[in-house]
């Protein structure tokens, strides 16, 4: 079955970068694209970016340029995020998310999430 | 950027329908999808393109989208439904391209 897993749960201090990897199974990586979504404790859903798996082609939120970067590994079928310059209100669980290749439409299946955590 | 307003919270009874609206600037012109999570759990895609279901979704769940309003229909709620919904549409010309509504909290009396 088409599974997203997700790395396990970082503390990070403020200034400090996280790193997320969302690893793909059941289907094939390259015929779709990877958006990634986060949720600050009891809140909303935030889209903060989309890769193609295809191409690499990229796009993020315009609040979370210059500090995010998303990446993949087509050998491993990996996605990753990274996001620098931690700060408090980045404290939320992450998600990884199917989309396809061109980055429009639905998002299915999501992993089952990461949390993170920036504390001093 | 493109706004989505959905109401805060929905009551309903077992074995009632419920209605969770998404309202947005000229929505029928787009395609709609909604989410179901429930606490502690990732979301679960469970209406796309206004008004398909994926495998799996029961047939009580449905949708539509025409105006200014899209709407999230749930027939015969189930204790089970009890979770937050969202709508998400994608808009090239909106910064950022992919939006969520605030999410609807549906209580199942």
């Known amino acids: 079955q088409v599974q997203l897993v997700q790395s396990g749960a970082e503390v990070k201090k403020p200034g400090a970068s996280v790193k997320v990897s969302c690893k793909a199974s059941g289907y094939t990586f390259t015929s779709y694209g990877i958006s990634w979504v986060r949720q600050a404790p009891g809140q909303g859903l935030e889209w903060m970016g989309w890769i193609s798996a295809y191409n690499g082609n990229t796009n993020y939120a315009q609040k979370l340029q210059g500090r995010v970067t998303m990446t993949t590994d087509t050998s491993t079928s990996t996605a990753y995020m990274e996001l620098r310059s931690l700060r408090s209100d980045d404290t939320a669980v992450y998600y990884c998310?199917?989309?396809?290749?061109?980055?429009?439409?639905?998002?299915?299946?999501w992993g089952q999430g990461t949390l993170v955590t920036v504390s001093s | 950027s493109y706004v989505l307003t959905q109401p805060p919270s929905v009551s309903v009874a077992p074995g009632k329908t419920a209605r969770i609206t998404c309202g947005g600037n000229n929505i029928g012109s787009k395609s709609v999808h909604w989410y179901q999570q429930k606490p502690g759990q990732a979301p679960v895609l469970v209406i796309y393109y206004d008004s398909d279901r994926p495998s799996g979704i029961p047939e009580r769940f449905s949708g539509s989208n025409s105006g200014n309003t899209a709407t999230l229909t749930i027939s015969r709620v189930e204790a089970g439904d009890e979770a937050d919904y969202y709508c998400q549409v994608w808009d090239s010309s909106s910064d950022p391209h992919v939006v969520f509504g605030g999410g609807t909290k549906l209580t199942v009396l």
């Open positions: 998310a199917r989309v396809s290749r061109d980055g429009e439409g639905w998002f299915d299946p």
